[in-house]
């Protein structure tokens, strides 16, 4: 299987909740996402947790994979009037793991993140432009 843009059914919502992962941004306050890109094979998701800096282009992810959990940032570059790209401004390991490999690591999280393109919609929902990946 393959990753997939996703709306959480209240199911998973409940098991989600259930690992107590902290927000970044609210450390009072659990991860509660509504939308992800996941991988149920690889045991891997990527989940936008939105703008934290003063950039509104600078978006931040948290990408788990194998129960290990990432906060990635991200800017959205323009190309053209149609096209966008990802860069990566930095990762850092929210589980202090040092065991994943860091070039499988990213090439999962590209993988995740081609799947997930501009807005992490399900498939059906029209994507406003064409995603590029520089990094």
């Known amino acids: 299987m393959a990753f997939m843009n996703e709306r959480l059914t209240s199911l998973q919502k409940e098991d ?47 990408f788990i994979y194998n129960s290990e959990i990432f906060l990635f940032t991200l800017q959205m570059c323009s190309i053209n009037d149609t096209t966008k790209a990802w860069e990566l401004k930095k990762y850092i390991s929210l589980t202090d793991s040092d065991k994943i490999n860091e070039e499988q690591l990213i090439m999962i999280f590209k993988e995740a993140l081609s799947k997930y393109k501009y807005n992490g919609l399900p498939d059906g929902y029209k994507q406003q432009f064409e995603m590029k990946i520089n990094f």
């Open 16 to 62: 989600f909740l259930k690992k107590g992962i902290k927000h970044p941004h609210h450390p009072n306050d659990v991860l509660n996402p509504n939308f992800w890109t996941i991988d149920h094979e690889q045991n891997a998701c990527l989940i936008n947790i939105g703008a934290y800096h003063d950039l509104p282009e600078e978006e931040q992810f948290i």
